[in-house]
Each structure stands twice: as structure tokens, then as C-alpha cells.
């Protein structure tokens, strides 16, 4: 291996004073819902929030002055760019960033604020590189690349030292992949520390390029993922060839285990985690029984989420819990049916968020009325009460959607 532990403890001396060394917190919270000693690693602090910080900052100060002088250029969806655009321009560095053309509109103006030139290429990070390599023959800039790089494996290794330091006698670290560059360095640093420590890295189910690339397999790659700053469909040979000897499994976690990790770090931890860092979380609560009783470390790579996403992550895990419901009544057409169905449910101490009637569809009588009303209740248990209640009325009510599917409710 080229990249070793010496050069990521130079690594820690290069960043320190200009990347925060971010705090190592035990998480009572989690550590209760999982059955394991939880501490998380809050990457989300760093300036850019991402521990993308590190390895951008590291390979921005091996550059020598010609390459400084003649720019630099990274390809990148978000994290990557927002940390060499910050790190470059505090150095005085001119930055060309590549982005997919569908890349979110507020990541390329952060981007743009932080002194890049942004151009949009391709329909993915993969064909946004072929505009990178154009621009480097035709301009003489210098690639920074997010994780097939060495300078930027070490950078990122720091994150596993800071860990080990503060834990030395951790027994699992649970890091997230994408492209291989942090899970390459971490397990580098933790396996030199401590030998025989667990390296369990968190994939996303629909993008799982590294845990075939292990086995010699051909990936299938796609789809919309929430953990989007991990969906690489290709692993670079040198970050194979670091995990291959050194990790010791990838779990893989599906979009709804992602998205119930995103809100535990919100509710439990009271931090914001994006869908790439949530899958550490999303890995150990995929497997309890492996993690139960054992220090474990998870890293949190970066808080950058979209807050519309977040809200929607928030209003799935009520209707999850059953704590919103949405049910169809069919009422007689006549005034004082609405005050009874609030009464009712008023009574029960449920709170109605929203009403709507429908007399004009064919499926409802000329002398009848639906009402669709949404309620905040406490769990499936009250839900189920609350049905069962409004029908001993002489009432039908119809669940509908996804409400209605959690335990303990009305579908048990």
C-alpha cells in the first residue's frame, strides 16, 4: 500500500488549525435503541459540514505552486466541491468544478458563493468526469478527485486517528461508502491502532458498487437514493485494493432504513445527518444482535440535507409510528355531522390537521357525504381507539394510504 499510517498522522499535522477536529460524542439515545455503547463522530461540524474538508485540504497543500498557479478542477454533486472551493480559495487557488446537470439548484449556488467556476456536464458524476478530463488536456488544470487519489485517502485516514485516540479500545468503527476514499483511510489508521478491530462500512442498497467490487462482481447500479453523496456506481482500483484486505463487511441498508437512521440522529441526537452519513446508523440498526454490548463508533460524514427532504423524512416517520392518520368517513349529507366526528374525536384527545368533503363522486349516495380527515395522534394503539370508536357511532371509516401499517395499530 502507498498511503500508511505515517502519512496520515502527517496528514493530522497538515489540517490542524485550518479543519476542526470535531468531537467524539457518546450518544445516550442511540446507544439505548440499539443495545450498543454508540459514540458518533460529528462531521457535520467541519466548515463545509463534511469531513470532505480533510482530504480536500490535504492535497490542495502537496500542489506545487505551477499547479497552484495554473488552477485546479474536481469533479462532484455537493460535498467535494464546497470543500476544495472553500480550502482553494482560502489559498488563493482558482476552481473549476464539474457538476451533473441535475444537480440541486442551492448546492450550485453554495458552490458559486464559494468562488468556483461551476459548469454543469452530464447526466451523472461519472460522464461529469469525461468534461473534467477534457478540461484538464485543454486548460493544464489539476484534478482533485474525490476519493482515487492518495494525498486525499490520507486526509480523510484522519478521521479514523482522531477516533481511535479518543477510544482507543473501540471494538467496531461503522463508516459509510461511496467511492471508497474515507473507508480506505479510516481503515488504514484503525487497523494499524488496533488491530483487531471491527471495519463495517454502510452502502446504500441501490448503489452497492463496493461491496461487489470486493467479491469480484459486476454491480447493478440506479435509482433515486436519499443517500445520494454515496451513490457511486464505479470504485476506483485503489480504493479496492485498501478495503479489500482491511474491511471486514459492508452492510447494505434500503431507502427506508436510510430515511428512519436520518430522523434517529434528528430525535435522538439532536444533529443533522444527510442520507450518506445516516447509513452507519442504518447499518448497526439492521443488525442489532451484531453490535449488542459493543463500543462502536459511527462516522457521521456531513449534515448537508436538503430541508424539504428532511421535512418529508420527518412527516414519514409520524405516519410510520401512526401518529398521523388519515381515514375516510362516510356521513350523511346534513348539517352537525363534521361537530360530531370532532366531538368524537376531540374526546379521545386527538388533534384534526385537516378535513375535506366529497358528496359529487357516483361511489357515495345522493343523500351522502365522505369526509377524509387527517389526525395527530400518540401511536397505533390510540389510532386503533379512535376507529373503533367513530364505527361503534355507526359510522364506516376506510384507513387510507400507507397509514394504518405500523405496530401495534389497527392493522395488527
Known sequence: MSVTFNDIKKAQETIKGHVVRTPLLHSHA?????????????????????????????????????????????????????????????????TTIVMPLATPYNKIERTKRLGARVILSGESVAESQEKVEQLVESEGLTQVHPYD???????????????????PDLDILVAPIGGGGLMSGCAIAAKHVRPEIKIIGSEALLYPSMYHALRGEKSHCGGATLAEGIAVKDVSKRTVSYCKPLVDEIKLVDEQQIERAVHLF?????????????????????????????????????????????????????????????????????????????????????????????????DISAKGAQLEIMLETRDGVHATEIVKKIEEHGFSTTVLGSFGHGKGGFNQ
Open 30 to 94: 442511540l446507544s439505548e435503541i440499539t443495545g450498543a455503547e454508540i459514540h458518533v463522530k460529528l462531521e457535520n461540524m467541519q466548515a463545509t459540514s463534511s469531513f470532505k474538508d480533510r482530504g480536500a485540504l490535504v492535497k490542495l497543500t502537496s500542489l506545487s505552486e505551477e499547479e497552484k498557479q495554473r488552477g485546479i478542477i474536481a469533479m462532484s454533486a455537493g460535498n467535494h466541491a464546497q470543500s476544495v472551493s472553500f480550502h482553494a480559495r482560502n489559498m488563493g487557488i482558482d
Open 149 to 167: 487519489d492518495d494525498k486525499v485517502i490520507a486526509g480523510q485516514g484522519t478521521v479514523a486517528a482522531e477516533i481511535l485516540e479518543d477510544i
Open 266 to 362: 434528528l430525535t435522538g441526537q439532536k444533529t443533522l445527518a444527510e442520507g450518506a452519513s445516516a447509513t452507519a446508523l442504518a447499518a448497526v440498526m439492521s443488525d442489532r444482535e451484531q453490535f449488542a454490548g459493543k463500543k462502536v463508533a459511527l462516522v457521521l460524514t456531513g449534515g448537508n440535507i436538503d430541508p424539504r427532504i428532511l421535512a418529508s423524512i420527518s412527516y414519514r416517520e409520524l405516519e410510520r409510528e401512526q401518529r398521523l392518520i388519515k381515514m375516510r368517513i362516510a356521513v350523511d349529507d346534513r348539517p352537525g355531522m363534521l361537530g360530531i366526528i370532532s366531538t368524537l374525536v376531540g374526546k379521545m384527545g386527538a388533534n384534526i390537521l385537516e378535513v375535506s368533503h366529497h358528496r359529487m363522486f357516483l
